[in-house]
């Protein structure tokens, strides 16, 4: 279960509903993810994480999240996760 005690500024965290996983995330940070148009960063992997990254970019709304998964030769690829129980820590 996501907690608010990791030290790294998260804000909350949030179920997605497809397979029921927990993700936490925090306030973007990356200035590249910025200029993207993420306004969070989705905690996805541990250490050092999937693809070498702990966070991926994301546009995160009250029932949706947008997630930057990749770039081709269109621009950005963006995901849609349905997600629930968006929970805020009180930090």
Do not use: P
């Not at 590249?32 to 990254?53: D, F, M, P, R």
């Not at 991926?56 to 621009?75: F, P, W």
């Amino acid at each position: 279960m996501a907690n608010g005690n990791t030290g790294d500024n998260i804000l909350g965290y949030f179920t997605e509903k497809g397979y029921g996983n927990d993700f936490e995330f925090k306030a973007v940070e990356c200035e590249w993810l910025k200029a993207q148009g993420c306004t969070h960063e989705i905690a996805v992997g541990g250490l050092g994480g999937v693809y070498g990254s702990r966070y991926r970019g994301a546009k995160l709304l009250k029932t949706v999240a947008h997630v930057l998964v990749d770039e081709d030769e269109n621009g950005n690829v963006w995901k849609k996760w349905d997600i629930k129980k968006l929970t805020l820590f009180n930090n």
